[in-house]
């Protein structure tokens, strides 16, 4: 086995070491982000760092950095308080990919990617009309990660919507029946194949 | 599509609601975490929430509830400032998931569940030797988020060890061919196969 450690990262070139470790942690969940300011005017990015914080109440958060692509996120979940987080699926890959691309603020990447705006309910942000599995999130805390300028962000889920036979009896989601594809690294889109489901373990 | 709101939340038994929300957040890591306490002794469990921070420096974070098997992992890494991750691959699946079912503190997940503690370089935290990429962490901050009790804690990477036929040229790590799974909700086991791999996306 190859040890990689301090010394060895340091002489890692920063493309290099950018891939390295964004795979090193595992697979990643696909979802791309809705967002709007208070003049409607919408953004959309795909991240990769969804992660589930609580069921009840049921909270959801992700990690943002301090990019220009991001930012436009994270200034529109500031002033709206209401995003959405979309389900990225084995059709829209390329679409959704595209959507990291650096456009102007005043670009919807929703337009330039190809994506239709979907309002639902009176939500006042928009969801993927292209995604089958797709969430309406309220801002409720942030956290600015000291060791690197990174944010946690923290939303409440208010509405989901799906296809309700995606849901099986236990309440889980099929997600591979949904076609929701994972993200190793950057730039890898994957679909995952069942293996096992296991029980509640006791020891 | 079904519609599911604050109220039909509400209505949800408490089984059926964790399944659901563990699994809407999209597909997840699969790591195992080891620590040790000040006296040498070990634990283990199986996270799904590990979630990549930065690559320069290099952070891991995860997302820990205060439940007991948790816990158990929390104080070790108070106490011992060390701990690693250690991807689960698809020959110990049954035994990873073993290791989250409630044993007592003096009880080493390890050997209950059949797994063999290793110690390299001298880093005072156990890996798992049936792992195929395995990380030692410092730990660097926490963040207690209010909204639930639940905690992000986030480490430096000190170390990584892999077969060094698993990094491509670009520095990405191959998860399929390290056979590392993907978990969805808190039972459900994955193996991904890749689709499409893009390009960095500009405008």
């Not at 829209?92 to 102007?104: C, L, M, N, R």
């Amino acid at each position: 086995m190859k040890h990689i450690n301090i010394e060895s990262i340091e002489q890692m070139g920063s493309r290099y070491r950018a891939n390295f470790f964004n795979t090193i942690s595992g697979f990643k969940s696909a979802n791309l982000i809705g967002t709007n300011d208070n003049f409607g005017n919408t953004n959309l990015a795909v991240f990769n760092s969804v992660v589930h914080i609580g069921a009840n109440p049921p909270y959801l958060g992700f990690i943002l950095r301090p990019t220009t692509v991001e930012r436009h996120t994270y200034e529109n979940i500031k002033e709206n308080g209401l995003y959405t987080f979309n389900h990225i699926n084995e059709n829209i890959i390329e679409k959704a990919h595209q959507t990291s691309a650096k456009y102007q603020k005043n670009v919807s990447e929703f337009e330039a990617c190809g994506f239709e705006e979907e309002y639902l309910n009176n939500f006042d942000s928009p969801y993927v009309k292209e995604s089958k599995i797709k969430m309406g999130l309220q801002f409720e805390e942030e956290h600015f990660i000291k060791a690197n300028h990174t944010i946690l962000v923290i939303g409440k889920l208010l509405h989901a919507y799906l296809d309700e036979k995606l849901i099986s009896n236990d309440g889980s989601i099929d997600l591979t029946e949904a076609g929701t594809v994972t993200i190793s690294g950057l730039y890898e889109y994957l679909k995952p194949t069942k293996l096992k489901k296991l029980d509640y373990a006791k020891p």
